[in-house]
């Protein structure tokens, strides 16, 4: 079974030529996207809002380091 809809590849493909053109802008910086990377997110996200067939995202994992530092005791 496929992983991906079809309309999710089509919404990739279209962010992509917009990137190729130079229109292609990320988030509310409205910067110009310049990673492959990113476009290929971008083009995910919006078919994703669409109702397309493409699987959630992952969720982030947290450093033990990080969620120790809250809980030091004072000597």
């Not at 995202?57 to 990080?66: D, E, L, N, P, Q």
């Given at each position: 079974m496929a992983k991906y809809g079809r309309s999710a590849s089509k919404r990739v493909e279209s962010a992509m030529r917009r990137k190729k053109r130079g229109t292609l802008k990320s988030g509310r910086s409205g910067r110009r996207v310049t990673s492959r990377k990113q476009v290929i997110a971008i083009g995910l996200s919006e078919a994703r809002e669409k109702g397309a067939k493409v699987p959630r995202?992952?969720?982030?994992?947290?450093?033990?380091?990080?969620s120790r530092k809250g809980s030091s005791k004072k000597r």
């Open positions: 995202k992952a969720a982030r994992k947290r450093s033990r380091t990080s």
